[in-house]
């Protein structure tokens, strides 16, 4: 009910106290804009045009600052395009009219003007009909005595005090009942148009910038995964194969002379051999693990929680299929942060949780070791943020100094 009455208020405000702004700013700019196009041939207009302009970006910062609050999402303000470095006066002064965004902020002030109208008559009308009904049995003692034919009469329902405040009060409760939907129609009616006109091309512009932020993201993790897979392997695999390599010419030099060194040396190469096929199929397992694609998160995860050395709590409440994007970014955020955990943490236990909430797929690993982990750039959990990025997700880090930590992974799964 609190939140109820809060919206109701907050959309009241916006179409009450927007009404007379609106008006302000219709006369304002039909006037200027007018006087400035009829007298832009004799120059004249033009800084007519341009001023009108700038007031009419005043009035659009104003009603966006009012369509956060009504639209319940952070204000926007799109990005108007600045006057050339080192340009004249006369550059300057009509620079307003070379961007887009102002003539839409002179389209919303002159359209916006009806839907103002509209949207302040049904506030005042489904706020005044439920105050006066309501309040009928208090005033209706005196009009009940001065007026001959009510509106109760009129419809031959009869006349009188006790009729008459039956019928108002009826129709005020069904007014009060009707009257968040629609002060809410009402303010969404005249907030659509200002989303459309004031906030719609800055929206699309900011999600240009997080689609590009999101590929170089998604490049710069796998440039990063490419560096320390090719690191891994030279490290190990290789090392090993070079060593094996080695074993084997021993081998062969030893077969005609000692026969039972040589048989040692085959065994040891293939002891080796089988260190290496654990370690490419460790690998393999980072580049793409079979489980993940074959079964999906709950086991792939799992198989994450029995292989650390850290005891792992695993909660999984959800086991549904999802993008593969999707199960891959949550899989290595997993997989890298219990690497990170069991490296570095000094702790004793582990959880891990993940959970549907909505269209979101969150996941959450904590441990009680001594803290300190951070998503500054150049360090592992860095290359996790910008891989969560690269799905529109995000990553959330609490560690302070002495633990515990709790990493919160955030991906959008609708």
């Given at each position: 009910?609190?939140?109820?009455?809060?919206?109701?208020?907050?959309?009241?405000?916006?179409?009450?106290?927007?009404?007379?702004?609106?008006?302000?700013?219709?006369?304002?700019?039909?006037?200027?804009?007018?006087?400035?196009?009829?007298?832009?041939?004799?120059?004249?207009?033009?800084?007519?045009?341009?001023?009108?302009?700038?007031?009419?970006?005043?009035?659009?910062?104003?009603?966006?600052?009012?369509?956060?609050?009504?639209?319940?999402?952070?204000?926007?303000?799109?990005?108007?395009?600045?006057?050339?470095?080192?340009?004249?006066?006369?550059?300057?002064?009509?620079?307003?009219?070379?961007?887009?965004?102002?003539?839409?902020?002179?389209?919303?002030?002159?359209?916006?003007?009806?839907?103002?109208?509209?949207?302040?008559?049904?506030?005042?009308?489904?706020?005044?009909?439920?105050?006066?009904?309501?309040?009928?049995?208090l005033y209706g003692l005196i009009t009940s005595q001065i007026e001959e034919n009510g509106l109760p009469a009129l419809l031959g329902l009869g006349n009188g005090y006790l009729v008459n405040t039956l019928f108002y009060f009826s129709v005020g409760v069904l007014f009060?009942?009707?009257?968040?939907?629609?002060?809410?129609?009402?303010?969404?009616?005249?907030?659509?148009?200002?989303?459309?006109?004031?906030?719609?091309?800055?929206?699309?512009?900011?999600?240009?910038?997080?689609?590009?932020?999101?590929?170089?993201?998604?490049?710069?993790?796998?440039?990063?995964?490419?560096?320390?897979?090719?690191?891994?392997?030279?490290?190990?695999?290789?090392?090993?194969?070079?060593?094996?390599?080695?074993?084997?010419?021993?081998?062969?030099?030893?077969?005609?002379?000692?026969?039972?060194?040589?048989?040692?040396?085959?065994?040891?190469?293939?002891?080796?051999?089988?260190?290496?096929?654990?370690?490419?199929?460790?690998?393999?397992?980072?580049?793409?693990?079979?489980?993940?694609?074959?079964?999906?998160?709950?086991?792939?995860?799992?198989?994450?929680?029995?292989?650390?050395?850290?005891?792992?709590d695993l909660d999984v409440q959800t086991v549904d299929r999802y993008q593969a994007a999707v199960e891959n970014a949550i899989y290595f955020v997993c997989a890298e942060t219990l690497t990170n955990v069991a490296k570095h943490s000094r702790a004793t236990v582990c959880?891990?949780?993940?959970?549907?909430?909505?269209?979101?797929?969150?996941?959450?690993?904590?441990?009680?070791?001594?803290?300190?982990?951070?998503?500054?750039?150049?360090?592992?959990?860095?290359?996790?943020?910008?891989?969560?990025?690269?799905?529109?997700?995000?990553?959330?880090?609490?560690?302070?100094?002495?633990?515990?930590?709790?990493?919160?992974?955030?991906?959008?799964?609708?």
């Amino acid at each position: 009910m609190r939140s109820l009455t809060r919206r109701v208020l907050l959309d009241t405000r916006y179409t009450l106290v927007g009404f007379p702004t609106a008006v302000i700013g219709f006369v304002l700019l039909v006037a200027g804009f007018a006087a400035g196009l009829g007298t832009a041939v004799v120059w004249v207009g033009i800084p007519l045009l341009a001023g009108t302009l700038m007031i009419a970006r005043g009035f659009a910062d104003a009603e966006r600052g009012w369509l956060s609050d009504v639209l319940q999402r952070p204000p926007v303000r799109p990005r108007y395009k600045p006057a050339p470095p080192g340009a004249g006066r006369f550059r300057r002064l009509v620079n307003p009219m070379t961007s887009g965004q102002s003539w839409l902020d002179l389209l919303h002030g002159i359209l916006v003007f009806p839907f103002a109208i509209l949207s302040f008559v049904i506030t005042v009308v489904f706020w005044a009909i439920p105050f006066l009904g309501l309040t009928y049995p208090l005033y209706g003692l005196i009009t009940s005595q001065i007026e001959e034919n009510g509106l109760p009469a009129l419809l031959g329902l009869g006349n009188g005090y006790l009729v008459n405040t039956l019928f108002y009060f009826s129709v005020g409760v069904l007014f009060t009942v009707l009257m968040p939907f629609m002060v809410r129609g009402g303010a969404l009616l005249r907030a659509g148009l200002g989303r459309a006109l004031l906030t719609g091309v800055a929206e699309l512009q900011e999600r240009i910038d997080d689609l590009a932020q999101g590929r170089a993201a998604a490049v710069s993790a796998e440039a990063n995964a490419l560096r320390k897979l090719e690191r891994d392997i030279h490290d190990g695999p290789q090392q090993r194969l070079v060593s094996l390599a080695m074993e084997l010419s021993r081998a062969q030099r030893q077969l005609a002379k000692d026969p039972e060194a040589a048989q040692a040396t085959i065994k040891s190469a293939i002891d080796a051999t089988r260190e290496t096929l654990d370690e490419l199929r460790a690998l393999s397992r980072g580049i793409a693990p079979p489980i993940l694609s074959d079964r999906g998160l709950a086991p792939a995860l799992a198989a994450l929680a029995g292989r650390c050395t850290v005891p792992v709590d695993l909660d999984v409440q959800t086991v549904d299929r999802y993008q593969a994007a999707v199960e891959n970014a949550i899989y290595f955020v997993c997989a890298e942060t219990l690497t990170n955990v069991a490296k570095h943490s000094r702790a004793t236990v582990c959880t891990i949780q993940l959970v549907r909430i909505g269209d979101v797929l969150m996941l959450t690993i904590g441990d009680d070791g001594v803290g300190g982990a951070h998503v500054a750039k150049g360090h592992g959990l860095a290359g996790l943020a910008d891989r969560l990025r690269a799905v529109d997700g995000e990553l959330t880090v609490q560690s302070p100094d002495g633990g515990p930590t709790i990493i919160v992974a955030e991906v959008p799964c609708g």
